[in-house]
């Protein structure tokens, strides 16, 4: 066990230390979108509105919080992993050092995981200015955590499959980019047709945004969506480990 997390750690700090160097730029500019999110539809298009009950506001500053964890977790493990494979070449040398796949999985999973948690707890900070009514809960930040570290492992994954920066691009463009506006991120699923509400929660961002803002606004915990975040958290991880077994063939 000693072992694994020593691995774990070894290959989490080799990118723990370029972020390091860098963080304050990386954090600045992971900023920028979530907060021009925040501008346009807390304050310019939702301003006086109501939605499930809540000045518009208060709902959709989880559903930014939960958006900001999935598009910088996602982008932070897949974009440095992918890096590392096409120019440096150093992730073929973690492929030939003694480390269990679990721990290399996991050690690039954590780096998006920091990234990500780190800005929506930024994103968090703001909202709690404007809206001072979201509850403060140390739920919130373990759920948080979670959601980060299962978008870290999609990045992971994706950056497994992904050979080329255009393939990565054409993904994000077909489904990094829908998700980011359909899972309920700034409008209540309960708007939705049925039909359209059941296919969103066959999608990890859904889950997360459900779960955050529940806890931030005081609402009943949505235990299936807690499940679906674990099981696709676990549908990613086995992924990684097929996609990196097929690698290193």
């Known amino acids: ?39 346009a539809f807390g304050y310019g298009l939702g301003r006086g509105m109501a939605v499930d009950g809540f000045p518009y506001l208060s709902f959709v500053i989880p559903g930014i919080v939960a958006l900001t964890a999935f598009s910088i977790s996602f982008n932070g493990a897949a ?26 999985i996991i050690g690039k999973a954590l780096i998006g995981m920091v990234r990500g948690a780190i800005s929506a707890v930024a994103i968090y900070a ?15 930040f373990l759920i948080l955590l979670l959601s980060c570290f299962v978008f870290a492992l999609f990045g992971v994954l994706i950056a497994f499959i992904v050979s080329s920066h255009h393939g990565m691009s054409n993904f994000s463009t077909l489904v990094i980019l829908p998700m980011t ?26 889950h997360s945004t459900e779960l955050l803002r529940s806890i931030l606004l005081d609402l009943p915990f949505p235990w299936l969506s807690f499940a679906g975040l674990l099981i696709f958290g676990v549908v990613f991880f086995i992924g990684c480990k097929v996609a990196l077994r097929r690698s290193s063939v």
Request: net charge positive; aromatic share 14%.
């Open 1 to 39: 066990m000693m072992g694994m997390l020593g691995d774990i750690y070894s290959v989490f700090w080799l990118d723990l230390r370029v972020l390091r160097r860098h963080w304050m730029s990386l954090i600045a500019t992971s900023l920028v979108l979530p907060l021009l999110y925040l501008v």
């Open 79 to 104: 974009s440095k992993l992918q890096v590392d494979k096409m120019y440096y070449k150093s992730f073929d040398e973690l492929l030939m050092s003694p480390v269990s796949s679990y721990a290399i």
């Open 126 to 140: 703001v909202g709690l200015i404007l809206a001072p009514s979201m509850l403060i809960s140390p739920l919130f």
């Open 181 to 206: 506006f359909l899972c309920g991120t700034f409008f209540s699923l309960n708007q939705l047709p049925a039909v359209a509400k059941g296919v969103l929660y066959f999608l990890p961002l859904t």
